[in-house]
């Protein structure tokens, strides 16, 4: 592209009047108002050299990042749908950042960039690198765990079922949590630890009969409170996995146990205000809720 250019017979005459103004007294009304334009174009120039430095050095960093794991900007939103975190640098770091970043972890500010985690220091990397993929015997214990479907609540009930801990997961979409555990290639070695509540934790008296019901299956031993909401949704982000919650549910793969409160999938928290006198009974899939009353009631 042609960079822009001054008229030649402009700036004959620009380079003419600043030929003359050594004759002018120095203290020439002329001279101060060519003084005050140089200074303002200088002032651009400085500027605009400023602004391209800063460009070159955040397009050489943001390529760094991008080479990592959790900075790619083709990482989606939900790995949990099977496409696994993948860095393209060639070695254990993606490279140095010309302006330093604060880490996420300890907050002092580093340059050299892990190759899987871009917002880590080499040293908080090197750490959560070892705890990513840590075991440990969970046999016979009780785990759980609130907002459990999807993203980081899904890898948590992964590890803990997979390390043999029995596993209670909340989320208002149960029957979304079900296709997504029950499809997975392990499945059938930790199905029948998994259970899955579908249950709207904005309603204090379901979240009161849900502790209730895990009391009575004896001590908790883990308890993870992953669930929460901070990023505000359009009205109709949900519509979709609203809609699925209605649908049938695979008949030719194993399922794991799910139980669920009434009116979990609504939109706004205003939408059971109505419910909130009535004391909430969990039921399971396929039961009706004044079956599941009646059997409350008796027990």
């Not at 602004?51 to 943001?62: S, V």
């Not at 390529?63 to 790995?79: H, K, N, P, V, Y």
């Not at 949900?238 to 939109?267: G, H, K, Q, W």
């Not at 939408?271 to 009646?294: F, K």
Request: hydrophobic content about 40%; glycine content about 6%.
């Amino acid at each position: 592209m042609d960079q822009p250019r001054i008229d030649p017979a402009e700036l004959a005459i620009t380079l003419k009047v600043l030929e003359e103004l050594p004759q002018l007294p120095p203290e020439h009304e002329d001279i101060r108002t060519v003084k005050r334009a140089a200074s303002y174009m200088y002032k651009m120039i400085k500027k605009a050299r400023r602004a391209e430095i800063r460009r070159t050095r955040q397009e050489h960093d943001q390529r760094i990042i991008e080479q990592t794991a959790t900075g790619s900007a083709l990482r989606i939103d939900d790995e949990t749908a099977g496409i696994p975190l993948v860095s393209t640098a060639s070695g254990a770091f993606a490279g140095e950042l010309i302006t330093a970043r604060g880490c996420y972890i300890c907050k002092q500010d580093f340059t050299l960039v892990d190759a899987f985690y871009h917002w880590l220091c080499p040293g908080c990397a090197s750490m959560s690198h070892k705890k990513r993929d840590q075991r440990t015997d969970l046999t016979g214990r009780r785990a759980l765990l609130t907002g459990g479907r999807a993203k980081i609540g899904m890898y948590i009930a992964l590890r803990l079922l997979r390390d043999g801990a029995h596993t209670t997961i909340t989320t208002r979409f149960p029957h979304d949590a079900i296709r997504r555990f029950s499809t997975l290639p392990d499945a059938p070695d930790w199905l029948d630890r998994l259970k899955i509540v579908g249950i709207d934790l904005r309603d204090p008296t379901q979240v009161i009969a849900l502790a209730d019901d895990v009391a009575a299956d004896g001590p908790l031993d883990i308890l993870i409170n992953n669930a929460c909401q901070t990023v505000r949704r359009t009205p109709g982000a949900y519509s979709a996995l609203v809609e699925m919650e209605s649908a049938p549910l695979p008949t030719n793969i194993a399922l794991p146990e799910m139980v669920s409160f009434d009116r979990i999938s609504e939109a706004h928290p205003a939408a059971i205000a109505g419910a909130l006198s009535a004391e909430p009974v969990a039921h399971h899939d396929g039961e009706s809720p004044e079956a599941a009353r009646l059997t409350h009631t008796a027990a």
